[in-house]
């Protein structure tokens, strides 16, 4: 199955930007920090899996059924959020690769075995990208994505994608909300079941929640920026992709 169909997100990649609401977006650049001496308190879910278009044989499969996740509550130091800033400073619109390590600790925390080498990639699963949205001197918003699988005892669970928001307080250098999630939609994961030995059965589902969470994201409701993305659904629809 092709996972999903990325768009504009290639055009960001080569263009390396987009425009902003005030300014050029060269014009202006910012450098992110958070301070590591602080924590942060992580919620995790994994909603019963529904729904897949081979109902009745999939029940069958324990594993899949019985997908939970790993840790409900988790504190992380701080410094684990570095993995989606960028190394240097940057503008609004502007893309750059997530620490793979960083990633894969927070995944650790829905599946204890979460790996980011897809086992089936036809060139549709690009990676981990993170993009500035959006600041003003109190906050930055950062959106992002990663592809990524749970590799369960005798197959694979791949979602759609994990999208991505982060939001940081610059004046107190902390992270004031954080969510990454598998988006919604009528089929959102597939999956890989070595029923019989090394032959595979595949099938595709929905599964109503997948997602770690910390903070309130309302907190940008009435936020004017200094610069942020002006067609910010087009950057929503490139990041999260479409099925």
């Known amino acids: 199955m092709k996972i999903l169909a990325i768009g504009l997100l290639i ?37 019963p899996i529904g729904d897949t278009m ?17 840790e409900p509550e988790k504190r992380y130091p701080t410094s684990i959020f570095r993995a989606f800033l960028p190394d240097k400073s940057v503008s609004v619109g502007v893309l750059w690769q997530i620490d793979k ?15 980011l080498e897809m086992h089936i990639n036809m060139g549709d699963s690009r990676g981990l990208w993170a993009c500035l949205r959006a600041y003003n001197d109190e906050f930055a ?42 988006p919604e939609g009528p089929v959102n994961y597939d999956v890989n079941w070595k029923r019989f030995g090394e032959r595979r059965i595949t ?16 907190l940008l409701e009435n936020v004017k920026f200094t610069e942020s993305i002006r067609h910010y659904n087009d950057l929503i629809v490139s990041l999260v992709g479409l099925w």
């Open 101 to 115: 390590e960083g990633a894969l600790k927070l995944l650790k925390q829905l599946h204890p075995n979460p790996s």
């Open 54 to 70: 081979s109902n009745s044989f999939f029940k069958e499969w324990n594993n899949l059924m019985n997908l939970r996740v790993a």
């Open 203 to 218: 099938t595709a589902g929905f599964c109503s929640q997948i997602e770690l969470r910390a903070g309130t994201e309302d």
């Open 141 to 182: 918003d950062i959106v992002f994505r990663i592809h990524a699988e749970f590799v369960l005892e005798d197959g694979w669970f791949t979602p759609s994608q994990f999208a991505g928001h982060l939001i940081i307080d610059r004046v107190k250098e902390s992270v004031a909300f954080f969510k990454i999630h598998v």
């Open 11 to 47: 055009v960001i990649i080569m263009g390396g930007q987009l425009n902003a609401d005030n300014h050029s977006a060269t014009d202006k650049k910012i450098t992110l920090k958070l301070d590591v001496t602080s924590e942060v308190s992580v919620k995790g879910f994994i909603a």
